[in-house]
């Protein structure tokens, strides 16, 4: 079968390398220059496995003033005058409940350990060099309160599969002993052992490759922006582009924040808004003095991984529609916070800043699957979990159009849900 995919993220890109894996034809489209042009070129580089629970849970209710308004809030919101934020918020609102929180974790955990699964068992990807390293992961708190919701977290999350291990004060700096500089403000920790970190634009570039290296039958087109997809008796029958119009059997939909108005377009309606975040990555002159796991510090909600010689800092999550300008303020937050926790974080000018658009679900749920469109499937909306469920996700939209049982419940991510 021949298939398009439409985006050469992280998304698209694994969806692009699972589909040739399993013998099909395959074109990808894509706006950008080059792959992960997007959403994937900087952002959080973690593997975060068992850290899956949603943004969207019980807890937001008494943090809502803070994140919204506090000086320095890790969350900020700038109203407009787009009518999807504010029903994007409201389902937001509606999907922060204890029920649907464990419900979207219980769903995300299985996709998640789908993705861990798929990538240690693809062999062509050990060529691959994309820093990744599985050195696990370790969520640290600052609040007596904060720390006991986690804890009872990893109970229910223990019974689902998950690994985890609750560690104090002292057992988190024998762990990760470059967390020195923050010790005074320590409670306690969760570490995942098997969560890891990569480079997604690593990845990315590292699968171009592989695809135009091993006649897999697979072209990209770069530079490429679809301007409207085709449909034509319920059925898409075409993407048109500055280049013409790309036909094939099957499309697939994995163009992040973009695929919006291109599912607009044909009277699909995807609640998808962008949560803008940003991120620094710096040179690491001290190995001693960068940490070597990948940590979390859950107060500021930043997120450190380290990538071979580099480290990735990464936060924020700001509601401001698809402005992609780095506004000085974030930046200069993130600096100061990745200087208060490492010490030997480069000054700016060795830094590179970078903001992008997660494309959000309310709920925290990627949409996964057939569209109701006949030909069209799609693979979005992912939010900050994109590196961490791409190769799951990947895994089961091939199956599936394959005529083969999908490897996780599709119900449980169908645009309905």
């Not at 934020?85 to 509606?94: E, H, P, S, T, V």
């Not at 006649?215 to 679809?226: A, D, E, I, K, R």
């Amino acid at each position: 079968m021949h298939v398009l995919v439409i985006g050469a993220g992280v998304i698209g890109m694994t969806t692009a390398w699972a589909l040739a894996r399993d013998g099909h034809q395959v074109t990808v489209l894509d706006g950008g220059p080059e792959p992960a042009s997007g959403a994937s070129h900087a952002n959080g580089a973690q593997l975060s496995y068992s850290y899956v629970a949603p943004l969207a849970g019980p807890s937001i209710w008494k943090d809502l003033p803070k994140l919204l308004w506090g000086r320095d809030a890790p969350v900020r919101f700038r109203a407009g005058f787009d009518l999807r934020q504010y029903r994007w918020g409201l389902k937001f609102l509606a999907a922060c409940t204890g029920k649907r929180a464990r419900g979207t974790t219980q769903a995300l955990l299985k996709l998640a350990f789908l993705s861990r699964e798929v990538l240690g068992n693809a062999k062509d990807l050990q060529e691959v060099d994309f820093d990744h390293v599985q050195a696990g992961k370790l969520v640290v708190y600052s609040t007596a309160d904060s720390f006991a919701a986690a804890k009872a977290q990893t109970a229910f999350q223990n019974t689902l599969g998950c690994k985890q291990e609750v560690l104090d004060a002292a057992a988190c700096l024998a762990l990760e002993p470059a967390l020195q500089a923050i010790a005074h403000r320590l409670v306690g920790g969760i570490f995942t052992p098997d969560d890891a970190a990569a480079d997604p634009r690593k990845l990315c570039f590292g699968l171009l490759k592989l695809l135009e290296g091993h006649n897999s039958g697979v072209q990209f087109h770069f530079n490429t922006p679809v301007i409207r997809l085709l449909r034509e008796q319920g059925r898409l029958v075409g993407a048109e582009t500055a280049n013409g119009v790309f036909r094939a059997d099957a499309y697939v939909l994995a163009g992040g924040i973009s695929s919006v108005e291109l599912a607009r377009g044909i009277g699909l309606d995807l609640p998808l808004y962008p949560i803008k975040g940003y991120s620094l990555t710096l040179d690491v002159a001290n190995e001693n003095a960068a940490p070597r796991v990948s940590v979390t510090d859950y107060g500021h909600k930043v997120v450190y991984a380290r990538l071979g010689r580099k480290l990735r800092v990464a936060g924020m999550a700001d509601i401001v529609g698809s402005d992609l300008s780095l506004e000085p303020d974030r930046v200069a937050q993130l600096s100061r916070q990745a200087a208060e926790t490492f010490p030997v974080a480069p000054e700016a000018p060795q830094q590179q800043p970078w903001c992008g658009l997660r494309p959000a679900t309310p709920s925290g749920r990627p949409i996964l699957g057939g569209s109701g469109i006949d030909g069209l499937w799609l693979n979005v909306g992912h939010g900050a979990l994109g590196l961490t469920l791409a190769f799951g996700s990947a895994a089961t939209l091939a199956a599936v159009i394959g005529g083969k049982e999908a490897p996780v419940s599709l119900a449980d991510f169908s645009l309905q849900a």
